[in-house]
Structure formats: structure tokens, C-alpha cells
């Protein structure tokens, strides 16, 4: 099956260049969001409205109604706040942290992409204070926290479009500002979404047996999914090389094996600052 792209934006501002660029059309039997198709059905977009539980809630229904899959693309696209970036910089987020608990979503980054990563912070309010090295908005953990439940974590990604620094303030943010900022970038995200579609159509192809340097473990159905999707990574990465099995000789666990290839794929990962 080809992979596709399912896009969730918070406002309508944020949509319509995504709308004309990728040439969607709204399907008429959705009612509680906004929900946009191409012909090809390989590109979806739905409208959030602002917030977390907005987010949740229009991942989960965009979910239902393209029938996605656990090999489809999903991308959050908005604007959002940062206190050094300048207005209309386009940014990858590398980690989103609910503002409320703390809790971090760590999205692995497999290719260099040629555009800038940040951290960002989603808040419940607007806020004029902007967080130390992170971006703000309003959306993006809720987003993360519902799509990597439909999709494997390495396609599930967040682009953000800086509107607002401690020089223009976020008031001073229109409708028509918006959807040209999102315009400009348009090329960006569109070879954003290319590069994760390639990976999503290796993924498709690839059926991982055990390797032998981890047969002799006894997985559990969960250890056996994380293992696989951990394999996944590794064969992206690292361009199909095979797992140095020196490497899991010591493990006497299926628990230790999966951290030790946890690791690796650290070591090897792109990084960001």
C-alpha cells in the first residue's frame, strides 16, 4: 500500500495554503472537524482548532475517517512563538513537552534535513514570556501523544513557522500573515514529507526476521513490536548494515538486548542542538 500523509493544522489560516499546494478537497460527510482530501486519497489534512484536547480529538477523528494505518506519514503544521528565531523561519521539532506534566515526546529524526530542529513547549494559554531554546504553541504534545499511537514514532513529525518573538508579538499575528508565512515555506515541508514517504514505502517492504544475535531471547508479544520498530530504525540509519552481534553477547534478557539497541541507534542518530 503507498504511504500517505495525514496533516493536522489548529487553524484555518494554517490550512489553506496546505489546501491549495496539495490541491484537497473537503470531504463532505465529515462533521466534527474539517477534513480535506486529494483524488489520490494519499493526502489527508484536518482542521484542530486551538488547544490540546482539540488536537487529540481531531488526530483520533482524521484517524477514523482516512483509515490509516501504522505506515502512514502524520505531520502537525502551525505557527508557534520563539524568543530568537526570526518571524517566518521554519523549524523541525526534535522534542515537545506538555508545559502542564513534564512529559517529553522525542520524535527519532533519521535524515539531516537541511532545516533547523528545536525543542518546544505547549502551553494551555498564550503567553508573552518566551521558554530559554524552545519554541511555544499550543498543540504539538497533544499531537504527538495521539498520532504516535497510529503511526511508528520516526513518521510522526511536528513543523513549525515562527509568527511571533520577543520583537513582534504575538498580537500582532493576522490571518493573512499566517497563511503566508505557511506559503513561503511550502518547499520545505513538501521535501519534509517526500524524505518521511520514502522511509514509510521502505518500512512497507521490509519484513524483519530476529536476528540471530537476539534468537536465543524470549520476547513478549510488546518486547517483539518494540523490537521490530527498533530494527526499523536501525536499518535506516544505518543503511541496512547488520547488528553487531559482539555487541549483544552479554545480554541475558530480552529487556537488556532492546536497550543495548536502543543505544546503538542513539549513537548513530542524527542530532540536533
Same mark, same amino acid.
Given at each position: ?29 465529515? +462533521? ?6 486529494? @483524488? =489520490?486519497? %494519499?493526502? &489527508? *489534512?484536518?482542521?484542530?482548532?486551538? !488547544? ?8 483520533? +477523528? ?6 490509516? @494505518? =501504522?505506515? %502512514?506519514? &502524520? *505531520?502537525?503544521?502551525?505557527?508557534? !512563538? ?125 519484513e524483519f526476521a530476529m536476528p ?5 531471547l524470549r520476547f513478549s508479544f ?14 535506516a540509519l544505518s543503511e541496512g ?33
Open positions: 500500500m503507498q504511504a500517505r500523509t495525514l496533516i493536522v493544522v489548529a487553524l484555518p489560516a494554517e490550512a489553506r495554503a496546505l489546501i491549495d499546494y496539495y490541491r484537497l478537497r473537503r470531504v463532505v460527510q465529515s +462533521h466534527a472537524f474539517a477534513v480535506y482530501q486529494n @483524488n =489520490a486519497e %494519499d493526502t &489527508w *489534512l484536518a482542521v484542530s482548532g486551538i !488547544g490540546k484536547v482539540s488536537m487529540a480529538a481531531a488526530c483520533a +477523528h482524521l484517524h477514523h475517517c482516512s483509515g490509516a @494505518n =501504522a505506515n %502512514d506519514v &502524520w *505531520l502537525n503544521i502551525g505557527i508557534a !512563538g520563539h524568543a530568537e528565531y526570526s518571524v517566518g523561519d521554519v523549524l523541525l521539532v526534535h522534542s515537545a513537552t506538555d508545559a502542564n506534566t513534564g512529559r517529553t515526546h522525542y520524535p527519532p529524526i533519521l535524515f539531516k534535513t537541511g532545516v533547523a530542529s528545536c525543542g518546544i513547549v505547549t502551553v494551555d494559554k498564550v503567553r508573552d514570556d518566551y521558554p530559554t531554546n524552545a519554541a511555544v504553541d499550543m498543540e504539538a504534545s497533544a499531537f504527538f501523544t495521539i498520532a504516535s499511537r497510529y503511526s511508528t514514532a520516526e513518521l510522526v513529525h511536528s513543523i513549525k513557522v515562527i509568527s511571533d518573538n520577543e520583537q513582534h508579538p504575538f498580537a500582532a499575528v493576522t490571518r493573512e500573515k499566517t497563511q503566508e508565512w505557511i506559503a513561503q515555506v511550502l518547499p520545505k515541508i513538501d521535501e519534509l514529507n517526500t524524505r518521511l514517504r520514502e522511509i514509510a514505502q521502505q518500512n512497507e517492504r521490509i540471530d544475535c537476539l534468537s536465543h510488546s518486547q517483539t513490536q518494540q523490537c521490530e520498530a527498533l530494527l526499523r530504525r536501525w536499518h548494515s547488520t547488528l553487531p552481534a559482539a555487541e549483544f553477547a552479554s545480554a541475558r534478557s530480552a529487556k537488556q538486548a532492546l536497550t543495548t539497541l536502543q543505544q546503538l541507534i542513539d549513537d548513530r542518530a542524527v542530532t540536533y542542538s
